[in-house]
């Protein structure tokens, strides 16, 4: 009986390579890590980017979900039957989320640690708003074109506000999915 009989005879052919440990410990101290840093025996529990100021989200949800209401209310994208007609469904959302992120400029996070993170973020949905106009004008044209938004680190800045959001308790401040 040769090696390899014994080995698939037994069942035992996997062998831990050095290669393979380093990732396994790798795995766990990473998970571990974020376990310390989302248990409560890290120094706040919080990651960086939550809100000090939970008031600041609790007065921001209810504006994102009434402007998420009435876009919701408006014809779906994939229903207009040539790009002038989602330029103007799009022309009227864009107008909500104008006055959504003039609304979300006049709240003043009342802890100074807090106003880096909302700065950021209104300047995200500043850039979000611009990106969604152009593309309206884009869609006015009768050209179909492709959405897109500003990108940082190879990724839409749209995860990071969405993040940012959901961090913070504001699902409802998630960017709109109304583009399509």
């Known amino acids: 009986m040769n090696e390899r009989e014994t080995e698939s005879e037994s069942g035992s052919g996997f062998r831990w390579s050095a290669g393979a440990i380093a990732l396994l410990v790798a795995v766990i101290l990473i998970a571990l890590m974020w376990a310390y840093i989302l248990s409560p025996w890290s120094k706040t529990g919080d990651l960086p980017t939550t809100l000090k100021d939970k008031s600041y989200s609790a007065t921001a949800e209810p504006l994102c979900a009434a402007t998420q209401t009435k876009i919701d209310a408006l014809p779906e994208a994939f229903t207009a ?30 802890v100074t640690e807090d106003r880096q993170f909302t700065d950021q973020w209104l300047a995200d949905w500043d ?44 699902p409802s401040c998630q960017v709109p999915l109304d583009v399509g």
């Open 127 to 170: 850039s979000y708003l611009a990106s969604r106009v152009r593309y309206a004008s884009i869609l006015a044209t009768g050209k179909d074109d492709r959405f897109t938004v500003e990108a940082e680190g190879g990724h839409p800045i749209t995860e990071r506000m969405d993040g940012f959001a959901v961090l913070n308790d504001m």
């Open 81 to 110: 039957e040539s790009p002038e007609d989602r330029a103007a469904v799009l022309t009227k959302a864009d107008a909500m989320v104008a006055d959504l992120v003039k609304q979300l400029h006049g709240l003043e996070p009342k």
